[in-house]
């Protein structure tokens, strides 16, 4: 992997689209990220940080429109659990999203090979994959820390491309692929480009 990232992608049009409102609600949404959110967290160090997001996302995650939906499709998925059962498994998702926020701002210290932080299983397939000079497709949910396993599979596939979707702000997603670049997971491809 180099020390310069790969050309900053957005998909076509987004930004077009933004009115000076939206624009300087970007702006606005940015320094809240770095004073409010990112600076905080990284004072706090991975534990702490990882513990505080998730205990806060426990708390305001059931407030939310999504948490409704979320209790929906637990039902739906999974007709015979109790109330208790699908109120559970609602806030350890909650806790799940709020731990991989808290532990953002570390991610280069949880490198999935050398921090001991992070048991990678199935190694000798990412190697065979690379070896053989064949192209792989990998599909997956967002698991617990989500970030984690793309730069599992980048960095012993360092030609990899993660497909993923934009987020709304460019100041924002600009530090996010930052962020992924130096954590070592390979060229972003964002949806829609």
Known sequence: MTDTPPAYVRPKDIDNRASLGQRILWRLETIAWDVVYWWPM?????????????????????????????????????????????????????????????ELPHLPAIDPYTSGRVEVVGVERLDAINASGKGAVFISGHFANWEIMPAAICKRIPHAVMTYRALNNPHIDRRINRLRHDYGTGTPAPKGI
């Open 42 to 102: 990284k004072l706090l160090g991975p534990d702490r940080a990882s513990d505080f997001g998730g205990w806060l996302m426990k708390r305001i995650g059931p407030r939310l429109s999504q948490h409704k939906t979320t209790v929906r499709n637990l039902k739906l998925a999974f007709p015979d659990w109790s109330e208790a059962e699908i109120n559970r498994t609602a806030l350890a998702a909650w806790e799940s999203a709020g731990r991989t926020a808290g």
